[in-house]
């Protein structure tokens, strides 16, 4: 059989199933760390519950994935997950959803794994949204995920530093409403409210035009924010961000990551 027959008659078993996102559906992509309780334990001795090396290194990723090539509204890390809205209008690789989620977590994989000096990996969704109160909807949700892993992860890893293991600080923490968490944390001199931000709420991250030091002319770079408003402003910041997309027509390649 020819090259070219042979290429033809496979190429279709890799295609046939392709799936491509709808025109003006918003996709949001969420990235998230394989294994990576294990990663944070066992291979790599990451602080517990939260630990500014790691930080970091997701940031990175983010900031990396952002701007690789995809036109991206907004991005979010929180805990070992990076969500990524891209524009609505974006047409990277078709909107082939085989290729994006590929993509997308090879770059994370990449950025994350080339930081940490060890091999690491992520896997990646992306939702489909209908409209804008859906977006605001989707990060909503992931911004009190965030809330709810920084009370309990410090409760828990509380109760581990008071010698419980594992399973007795699990078991202490079943039926614990949150006043209570607070208090516990409360009473062990970590005021929930003195907890920083970007455990409680995340980071996000977007682009911002602005002139640098030396620099004549604007330059769009990335810019992450390390204290987002919290609740209905939240909700308001990502559908400025969200809506503002109409009005802009920068798509494509960064100026610079920074
Ligand atoms: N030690 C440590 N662990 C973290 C940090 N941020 C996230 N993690 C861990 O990352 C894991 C993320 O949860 P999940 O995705 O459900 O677990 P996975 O399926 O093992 O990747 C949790 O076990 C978190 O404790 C950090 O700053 N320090
Ligand atoms: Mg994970």
Known sequence: MKFEQLDRRMRVFETAHDHCVLPGIHMVARIDGRSFSHLTRVDQAFDAPYDERFRDHMVAAMLHVMGCGFSVVYGYTQSDEISILLRRDDATFGRKLRKLLSVLAGEASAAFSARLGA????????????????????????????????????????????????????????????????????????????????????????????????????????????ELPMKDAYDRWVRDLVEAQGASSSVGAPSQVG
Request: with cysteine.
């Open 119 to 226: 091999p690491a990996a992520f896997d990646s969704r992306i939702s489909q949204l209908p409209s804008v109160d859906h977006v605001v909807d989707y990060f909503r949700w992931r911004h009190e995920d965030a809330h709810r892993n920084a009370l309990n992860g410090h409760c828990y890893w509380l109760l581990r530093r008071q010698g419980l293991d594992d399973g007795a600080a699990t078991r202490q923490l079943q039926g614990v409403s949150v006043a209570e968490r607070h208090e516990m944390l409360y009473r062990a001199g970590i005021p929930f409210n003195d907890v920083p931000a970007w455990q409680k709420r995340g980071i996000g991250a977007r682009w911002v035009e602005s002139v640098a030091e030396g620099e004549t002319t604007p330059r769009r770079r990335l810019c992450a924010e390390y």
